[in-house]
């Protein structure tokens, strides 16, 4: 049901299945648009600024480089304030959007803007799942985390269908970022109808804050609360989360700009391989969390991780449309599986600190994302061949799965 609060002319949203679906907006556009856009729109970025692969790839980094300062803002947000930094991180996703209209920037204001909308997609990821699922009751939280969860695939499909729309009325990337910011402004208003019930007490505004070195000693402490008798464990995990966050990004960067490469004969094939990714992403998650509740988080971990190794060396396997499009459909089915079972495994190790463990893993998938680009434009070379990343990438996800097998020893030995 929806309330009037006072003084306020937009309604207070309390129903959870609503605030559900507006969690999936949330997702949808701090990271099917704040992050993913960019994929879809690459090729014709590219073709529009002549803009070489490594400068893709930089513009790709920088923009995963954001995501880790977001996420490490995240993890020092206080808890009553976890709302208002919700805020004003979608408020920098949509406008980091918008800004991508402007016409004839020079390279140095992309960097900037790209920087920030990772910053704004970290912050929006992290607070919005934990703001959102808070609001699930016990036995509702299972089914609704699926749904909040889904605004990534919806995210990258939306992405995938709006450029294919605009490009086929023969305008270019500016005008789908600009259509896509405008497309998100309404989540402002929908967020704000999910306010918290009451405002921060005066007890809380009369409270001394902290100061910066305080905060640094808090966090010291907190931090060996979390990992204390676990520390390896954790350590495992967190290695194995650097090289899902690499090896899946290779991939997720430049599929559109493989297709368009090694299929020029099909019209927008990358945007339709794109639309694959995302709806596989959308579709696929109810159905890990089903195998885990059968067999366990970290046996369907293992199996994700496997199954995304073999989608980077089909393309190896299979020149064409067939390795390119299962390489789709393989990566859209696993790599939000990944997200979400690594974040509910760390979290459940130390329940009490679960923010502060799903921050430390955010931040380790960020290192791998920041680094994956800029190793494959890398070994591109001249020719702009992606074969030797798609291995590395394979090869990446083979160590993840090795050292989540030996976190999972790791966790019987401490049991035992």
């Given amino acids: 049901m929806a309330k009037v609060a006072p003084h306020s002319l937009i309604p207070t949203i309390t129903n959870q299945t609503l605030i559900a679906w507006i969690g999936l907006y949330c997702l949808a556009v701090v990271m099917?648009?704040?992050?993913?856009l960019f994929t879809a729109t690459l090729p014709d970025i590219m073709s529009e600024l002549s803009l070489s692969t490594t400068i893709a790839g930089w513009l790709a980094s920088i923009n995963y480089m954001g995501y880790f300062i977001g996420s490490l803002i995240a993890m020092f947000v206080p808890h009553r304030l976890t709302w208002r930094a919700l805020m004003l991180g979608t408020l920098l996703s949509i406008v980091t959007t918008l800004l991508l209209f402007i016409p004839n920037m020079p390279l140095s204001l992309w960097y900037i803007i790209r920087l920030l909308a990772g910053i704004a997609s970290g912050i929006g990821m992290i607070l919005g799942s934990s703001y959102v699922i808070q609001n699930f009751s016990i036995n509702k939280?299972?089914?609704?985390?699926t749904v909040h969860y889904a605004?990534?695939?919806?995210?990258?499909?939306?992405?995938?269908?709006?450029?294919?729309w605009l490009l086929s009325l023969d305008l270019h990337f500016d005008s789908i970022w600009l259509v896509a910011g405008l497309s998100s402004l309404p989540l402002l208003l929908l967020l704000y109808a999910i306010r918290p019930n009451s405002e921060i007490s005066a007890a809380d505004k009369a409270k001394k804050q902290p100061s910066i070195k305080q905060t640094y000693v808090n966090f010291k402490h907190s931090l060996y609360e979390a990992l204390?008798?676990?520390?390896?464990?954790?350590?495992?995990?967190?290695l194995s989360y650097?090289?899902?966050?690499f090896g899946y990004i290779t991939s997720a960067t430049f599929l559109p700009v493989m297709a368009v490469q090694q299929l020029p004969t099909q019209t927008h094939a990358g945007l339709l391989i794109w639309l694959v990714?995302?709806?596989?992403?959308?579709?696929s998650n109810?159905?890990?969390?089903?195998?885990?509740?059968?067999?366990?988080?970290?046996?369907?971990?293992?199996?994700l991780t496997l199954l995304q190794a073999l989608g980077m060396f089909v393309p190896l396997w299979f020149e064409g449309a067939v390795g390119l499009y299962v390489n789709a459909a393989i990566l859209g089915a696993t790599f939000v599986g990944i997200v979400s079972m690594t974040l509910n495994i760390i979290k459940n190790m130390n329940p009490a600190y679960s923010n502060l463990l799903i921050g430390l893993a955010t931040l380790a998938y960020a290192v791998g994302q920041f680094l994956g680009p800029l190793v494959t434009v890398a070994l591109a070379g001249a020719k702009d061949n992606f074969d030797a990343g798609l291995l590395v990438a394979g090869v990446g996800l083979i160590l993840s799965l090795i050292l989540i097998?030996?976190?999972?020893?790791?966790?019987?030995?401490?049991?035992?």
Avoid: C, D
Wanted: glycine residues 16%; charged residues 15%.
């Fill in 242 to 245: 650097v090289l899902a966050g």
């Fill in 286 to 303: 109810p159905l890990w969390g089903a195998l885990a509740k059968r067999i366990g988080e970290i046996k369907t971990l293992m199996g």
């Fill in 277 to 283: 990714v995302g709806v596989f992403a959308m579709l």
């Fill in 32 to 36: 099917g648009y704040g992050r993913f």
């Fill in 141 to 145: 939280r299972s089914l609704l985390s």
């Fill in 151 to 164: 605004g990534i695939g919806v995210g990258i499909s939306a992405s995938a269908i709006l450029t294919w």
């Fill in 228 to 238: 204390i008798g676990q520390t390896k464990a954790i350590s495992l995990l967190s």
């Fill in 405 to 416: 097998v030996l976190f999972k020893r790791q966790l019987l030995v401490r049991s035992g």
